[in-house]
């Protein structure tokens, strides 16, 4: 069974920083692609980012590009997503989500991942 734990969440200013990180347990996390996805009230969930299991492809949705990075860091089984320069439109949702398939190429889409983590509330302050 895999489980993927979100935390650091919370709420900050417009302008402010966040760091979330998203523990795994229960499966080789270094063999799949981890990815980020958010939700806001009334709204459907979207992908954020993600990072192949190697780390050397990686997307972002184009509202985040340039403020917000993934990473990796494999002998800790956790994927992180830092977001800097935050603005309201940011708050939602945000949980984390593996892959089905083994070291498979970096995808978008939600039908491509197998396991989420609860997801962690991140709250942009005008």
């Known amino acids: 069974q895999v489980q993927l734990v979100e935390s650091g969440g919370g709420l900050v200013q417009a302008g402010g920083s966040l760091r979330l990180s998203c523990a795994a347990s229960?499966?080789?996390?270094?063999?799949?692609?981890m990815a980020w996805f958010r939700q806001a009230p009334g709204k459907e969930r979207e992908f954020v980012a993600a990072?192949?299991?190697?780390?050397?492809?990686?997307k972002y949705t184009e509202s985040v590009k340039g403020r917000f990075t993934i990473s990796r860091d494999n002998a800790k089984n956790t994927v992180y997503l830092q977001m800097n320069s935050l603005k309201p439109e940011d708050t939602a949702v945000y949980s984390c989500?593996?892959?089905?398939?083994?070291?498979?190429?970096?995808?978008?889409?939600?039908?491509?991942?197998?396991?989420w983590g609860q997801g962690t509330q991140v709250t942009v302050s005008s």
């Open positions: 989500a593996a892959d089905k398939n083994y070291r498979s190429i970096v995808r978008t889409t939600e039908l491509a991942y197998e396991y």
């Open positions: 990072i192949r299991w190697s780390g050397d492809s990686i």
């Open positions: 229960g499966r080789i996390f270094s063999t799949y692609a």
